[in-house]
C-alpha cells in the first residue's frame, strides 16, 4: 500500500538557488543595516507566520530554506503543510532563533510564501469552479521569468495540474507551425520524425476544419483555441476519445465551468501564474526580541 | 539645456542575467523541439508585438534581449517607449528575423513585457487616483524573488517612485527594532552610529504618541502605518515638515486619494508589485514565415 | 514543402556554457604559457581539421565556438556538416586567423569533435546494424557527466534516437518504483496521477507475465528488460500495438540485429554514449605561422 | 614514518561542482518524477554497488557525493578504495537511505564510478604491458571536456602517472611552435626568458636529427613523437640521460611493452582517457523500499 | 539597553563567496600537491595565527571560513575580535584540526586576514590623528576590485565610517555631471526627481563661489574637494550647519589634523583602501603533524 | 626571428570575469544614478587617463574592458602599454564615447588600472635596486585573494618573473611539510612519486645544514629562509650551480640589493603585491559632456 503522493517534490537545488538569488538582491553588499544596528547579536526570538486572509499554501520549504539560509540555528515547525487551506488567522509556520535572523529574512520567506499561496489560491477557486466536470486545470507557460519550477508545483498545490515545462518537454503544435511546414499534416510528421517517442505531440487548432484534419494523424492532445462552449462540445464528440481535449483561451472564473460542460479533457489558463495576486500573509513576533533576551 | 531623464536606466548586466534565466527555463537543454522540427531554418518572418489591453508600457529593453539572445540576427523597432500608454491594437515593437527566433523568443519576451508593463498599467492607476495631490506613489520590497531591479523600474514606468531598493541601503526602523532597541530614540542614535553619512533613516510609528518622540530625533522621513486620512492629517501638522511624511498600510485605489488629501509626501504601496496582473499583449505574425522564405 | 530538419538545434547557451568550461580548465589563470611564448602576437596561420579515420562528424559548432571563443578574428569554413560520414584524409573545416588563437584553442576544439564524432560513428554502426529492421536505436542516460545536451545531439547525427533527457521529462517505472508502490498497476495509476498530461510513462518488465500485467494498463511504451530474441517477438505479439516496445540491456553490434528482427520498435544502448571512443581527428596547419607571418 | 599516499587528493570543490552540474541535468526543473510518484516519501532502502565486470575503481567520492546532495540524511559506507581491483560481483559501496535518494542518484552515480572506473581500468592495463621496465604510463589532454581533474585523477588510481594538467603549468613545445619562433633554440630561449622558475619545458621532435638540436639546449624532457622503438633506443642514447624522454603516438596495448622496452622514461597515451569505455556497474537493492518501510 | 553594535555583520554569502573563490584561484584542478604528497591524511596539528607587528584586527571570519572550507572538522577559536588592537606576538586564533587542513588553507586565511588587518591598521592611524575633532574619517570607492564589501567592513573595525558603498545607493555629483546638467542647480534639481526619498545627495565643489551656488539648493552633503584647511574653515562657515560637509583630496597622515580642526563633519581617504599594506601576521605550529599524530 | 614576447597573455575570460565582477559590485542593482539623473543619454564626451605621478603601467585592458563593457561604442586608444614607464601627466588611454559610459565605468577603469600599475611600479623598483646582479625578483602568493593572475601579470609588467601560481603547478615543501614527512629526504621522495614528471620541487631551509641534506636529492630549486646575505653566499657555494637559489624572508628595497649580490638566483618578495599602494592616475574630461553634444 502505498502513500499517494499528492505533490511533487520540489528539487532541492531549485529551492536553495531561487532563496540564494532573493536573498542576495535583498542583503547587497551590505546586508540588514537596520537589524544590525538595532537588534543585539545575542537576541532570541519567535514568531508566526500567520494568513491574513483565506487561501491555500503553497512554499512553506522557501520560507523554511530562507530563515534557514540567513542563520543556521533556526528551529521551524510547519504547521500547515502546501496545498491545505487556511482561514484568517491560521498559524502556518513557527520560528524561533536569533532575532537578527527572523528580522532579516522574513521580507524573502514572505514574499515567497506570499506569491506562490496566491497562485495556488487562484488555482483552486478555479479547479473548484470546474468541480463534477472531468475537466482538469492546468497551466500554461505563461510564468514570472525565473520561477517557472516554483510557479508549476504552486499549481498542483491549487489542485490543478501541469502543462509542458518549456519548450524541451512536449511539442506543441500552432498555427505558425503549421505554416511553416505547410501543412497540419506535414507539420505533424516533422515532428514525429523529430522527436523522441517519449515525447508527447499537442496540436492547435482554432476550427472544426481543422481539427478534422488533425484527427487524420495521431497525436496525443488537441488544443482548441478560442472556441464558445458549444464549439467545443462538437469538437469533443468529432475526437471521440482518440486523443486529449484541451480548451484554451477565454478563460475565466466566469466561464470555466461552462467550459467544463463541454466535456473537454483539460483547461488550461494562463491566468494562474500571470495573474495572481499575492495570498495577504504576515509575519507577528510572539516574543518580543527584547523579552526573549531577557529569558534566554 | 539638459533633456530630463524620465526613467532611469536600466543596467544592462541585469537586463541580460533576466534573460539569460528565463532563457535557460524555457529552453532546457534540448531547445524548442517544435519550432526545430517544423519550421525550415532559412525561413524568415516579420511580426508585431500589439497590445491587446488598454495599459503602460514597461520592459522593452526586455524583450529586445530575448528575441536578441535567441539569434543574433534579428532587427528590432520600438515603437512605443517605456512609460508610454497604449491602447488595444497598439504596435509596441516591429521585429523580423529568422522565424525560429522568432518563435522560439516569444514567450519570454512576452512574459517580461506583460509582467511589467502589468506593474507600470497598476502603477499609473494610482498615480491617476492621487492626480492634483502632492503625494507621490512609492513601492515596497514586497517584490517578486529575483526581479526586484526589473519590477521597481517598472514602477517608475508607470509614474511612480522607488523606496529602498533593499535592506542594504537605506535604514527603516521597525517596531520589532524599537523593541529590540529599548526605544525609539535609542534604536534612531544606533542607526546613526552604525550607518554612513549617506544613508537616510525611517522610522515607522503606528500612533502620534510615537510620532511625538520620533520627532525628538532628527530623521529623514516617517512612515505612518495603517492610520486613517484624520489621523493621517494629524500627523502631517505634528511632523511640520521637518521631516518627509509616507503613509502605509490599507491603500487600494479606492482610499488611495483620501489618504493622499491628508497631506503626506509619500503613499507607499505593496500591492504595485504584489498584486499586479499581467498587461494583455500579443506577438502576431504578420508575414507568415512560409511567405517570408518566398519573398526572402 | 518544408526542408525536414534532420538535426535538432544545438541551444546556443549549451554549446557557449561547454566551450567556455573546457577553455577555462585549459587554459587557468595564465593560459596557453607555450604558444605565448613563442608565436609572436602579430602572426596569422591556416589550418585544416581532417580526419584520420573514418567515421560519421559530430559537433562541428563546438569546434567553430572554441576558436571564437579564444581569438574573435579568426574565421572558420565548415567543409562537412554534422551527420556526414567521413573518409580519412577527408577536410571537415577550414581555419584561419592569429597563429596564437588556433594553437591555443586546438585541443578543446578537437576533445570535443573528436568525442561526439567517435559517439555518431558508433552509433551509426549500430543504425547500419539493424539496417531494414523497423527498430530505432535509442540512447539511455549513461552519458557523461555534465555532457548530456551534446552527447544526445550526437547521437541523433548518427542516425539514432533519443530517450527521454532526464529524470523530469518522461516516467519510467521500474522494478523498485514497483515495489514500493506495491504492483504494477498501483505503480502506472500513481504516476498519472502525479504527472502532467503531456508527460509518457514507460514500464520496465523482466517477463512476459509481469508484461501482461502491464498490458491491462494502458502506457505510452514497455522496456523489454534482457529478454532473448525469442522472448522479445513473443513479447511484440502480447502487446499487438497497443504501446510501443523497447528492448534493453544485453545489446551489442553482434546482437542488434536478430534484437531488431523481433519486431520490437525501439532499442537502447548505453554503450552509444557510455562506451564509444574518440573518432581520431587531427589540426593540419597548412600554412605555417612563420610563412603567414611573411605573406602577410 | 609516513603513510605514502598513494593517490593524490581530490579537490572537494571539483567533486561538489561536478556531481552538481551532473544532477541539475539530470534533474531539471521537476526532479525525478517517476520516482516521487511511486515511492513514499517515508519508505527507507538498502543497495550495494557491484562491479558487474573486472577492472580498477576509481571515483567513489563521486558516487558518494552524489548520494548526499540528493538526500543528506543517507549512510555510505566504501567496502573498496579507489585504486583497488575488483571481481565481478565484488561489492564497491553499501547505501542505506531513503529508498527516492538512493533511486534519484543512482545514475549520476553510477555514470562517474563507471566512466572514471573505466579510464583507472585501461590505464592498469597498460601499467601491467609495460610492467618490468622503468617506463612510466601518462595520460595527455586529450580528456572530456570539463573533466580534466577527474580524469587525470582516474589515470593515477590506475597506477598511470599525470602530463602536465592544461596549457598553464608547463611548457610543451611543438612544432608549429618551433616554426613561428624560426627555430627551436629561439623557441625555448623564448621559454626559459617567459616562464617562471616553477616552470618545466618540454619539447617534441620527429627525428633523431631535432633532437640533437634539442639537447643543445638545457630541457626538462624530450617528446619524441611517433618513432619506432628501435628509433626511440637511438634517441636514448643520444639524450643519455640529461632529460627525460616521453615516447609518444602510434602506443596500443599491442606495442607499448616494445615501446617501454626502448628505455625512455615515460609513454604517454590519449587513449587512457579519450578511448576508455565504462567499466560495468550495478546498484543493486538488498532490501527492497517496501520491505525497508516495513522494518522501519 | 542594547548592547551597541561596534561592528557591521558580514552578510555570510559575500564571506564564502569571497572565501570560495580564493581558494578556487589557489587550489586548481589538483589542490595542494605539496601537502598531498608529503603529509598523511592522518596527522592532525595545532596553530595559532600571531600578529608579528602591531595593529588593527579585521578579517577573522574569513581566516575562519578558508580554514572551514578545505577542511570541515577543524576547530577554531577567535582570541582576538575584529576591531580590537594587537601587539606584536598576540595569538588572535587557535586552529586545530587535519594537519593537511591547515597547510592547504593557511595562505587564503592570511592573505584575508593581513588585507583587510592592514587596512583596519591605517584607518586607526588616521583616526588617531584626527582624536579630539569632531570629524570622521571616511572611505571611498577607490576599493579593490571585487572585495569592497570586506575592505568597507574593515575601515569600520579600524575606527573609520563608510562613504556610499557603490553608484547605486546615493548621489554624489561632481563636475562633470554639473557641466553635462548646465549648472549646479538645473543637476540638483534632476537628481531630486530621479531618485527616490530614501537617497541621500551630495554635491562637489571645489571652489567656495560653487558652494554658495550648492547651499541654494538643499543637499545631504557637500564635498569640499582639494581645499586648504584655511578654506575649509570658510566653507564650514557658509554652510553653518545646514549640510554635512566633507573633505577630500590631498588628505595624508600629516595633513589629517589640521583639515579635521577645520571643523568639517567628513573627511574621506582613499588611502585608507587603495594604500593600506598589509598587517604581518603568520600562523605558527604549536604541534606539529608530526607530533599530533603520535598523540592521537 | 620572432618578436619576442616580452609579456603574457591575460586570457580574455581572466579579464572579463575580473571586470563584470568590480562593475558588479559598483553598480548593484539599479547603476549610476547621478549619471542618470544629470547626464543626457545622448551626450558625448573624451576623456584621457592621465597619470599623476611617475610609474610603470599595468592593465590597459582591464581599463579598456571596463569602458566597453558599460557602453559597447566606446573607442579607446592605449598611448602607453603594460609595463613602459609614466611620468607625471603622461596621457595613457584616449577614451572618446557616451559621456553616460565614461563617468559609469571611471572608477573599475581606474581601480584596476591604478592597483596594477602600483604592484608593477613597485616591482620595478626592487628590479632597478637589483640591477647588474644575476637575480630576478620573483612574486609569491601573497596576493589580493581573487586577483592573483592580474597581480601575477603585474609583476611581469613591472619586469619581474612569477614563482608558482598556487598550490597545484608546483611543489614547495617548507618546516611542516617535512616534520609530517619525517625527514627531508622522505619529503622529496615522496613529493617524486605524487606529482608529474613536469612538475618542478622545491625545499625551503632555514640553516645550511638542511641545505647539504636537501643536496643529498635532486630537487629544482631551493628557498633560503630568512638568511643573512653572508649566509646566502656560503649557501649558493654549496649548491654549486646543481639546482636554482632562492633567498626569500626579510627583503626590502634596503636590502635587496646586498641580497642580490649574495650571487643568489631569484629573491621572492612578498611585498609586491601584499604592500604594494596605487599608482595615482586620473580620468581627465578634454571635452565636457556638455561642449561635445553641442560639437556632435
Given at each position: 500500500m502505498i502513500s499517494r503522493p499528492d505533490l511533487p517534490s520540489l528539487p532541492r537545488n531549485i529551492v536553495d538557488a531561487a532563496v540564494r538569488a532573493a536573498l542576495d538582491e535583498d542583503l547587497g553588499l551590505v546586508g540588514d543595516i537596520t537589524t544590525n544596528a538595532t537588534v543585539p547579536s545575542g537576541a532570541f526570538a519567535q514568531a508566526v507566520i500567520a494568513a491574513r486572509k483565506p487561501g491555500v499554501v503553497a512554499g512553506v520549504a522557501l520560507a523554511e530554506a530562507a530563515f534557514r539560509a540567513v542563520g543556521s540555528d533556526v528551529s521551524i515547525a510547519i504547521e500547515i503543510d502546501d496545498g491545505k487551506t487556511v482561514k484568517p488567522g491560521a498559524v502556518i509556520a513557527r520560528i524561533a532563533g536569533e532575532a537578527r535572523t527572523l528580522l532579516t529574512a522574513e521580507r524573502v520567506a514572505l514574499n515567497f510564501l506570499g506569491r506562490l499561496s496566491g497562485i495556488a489560491t487562484l488555482t483552486r477557486r478555479y479547479v473548484d469552479a470546474g468541480a463534477g466536470t472531468p475537466a482538469k486545470i492546468v497551466d500554461t507557460r505563461k510564468t514570472t521569468p525565473g520561477l517557472r519550477a516554483l510557479e508549476k508545483y504552486a499549481v498542483r498545490c491549487g489542485g490543478g495540474y501541469n502543462h509542458r515545462?518549456?519548450?524541451?518537454?512536449a511539442v506543441l503544435i500552432k498555427d505558425n507551425h503549421i505554416v511553416a511546414a505547410g501543412s497540419i499534416s506535414a507539420a505533424v510528421r516533422a515532428a514525429k520524425v523529430a522527436v523522441g517517442h517519449m515525447t508527447k505531440i499537442e496540436v492547435e487548432v482554432d476550427t472544426l476544419a481543422q481539427l478534422e484534419m488533425v484527427m487524420r494523424e495521431k497525436v496525443d492532445c488537441v488544443l482548441l483555441d478560442n472556441m464558445k462552449p458549444a464549439e467545443l462540445s462538437k469538437a469533443v464528440k468529432i475526437v471521440a476519445g482518440r486523443c486529449l481535449t484541451e480548451a484554451s483561451g477565454g478563460v475565466s472564473l466566469e466561464t470555466v465551468r461552462e467550459i467544463a460542460q463541454s466535456g473537454v479533457d483539460l483547461i488550461s489558463v494562463g491566468a494562474l501564474t500571470h495573474s495572481a495576486t499575492v495570498l495577504d500573509l504576515g509575519l507577528d513576533f510572539i516574543a518580543s526580541p527584547n523579552q526573549a533576551v531577557i529569558e534566554a
Open positions: 515545462v518549456g519548450l524541451f518537454d
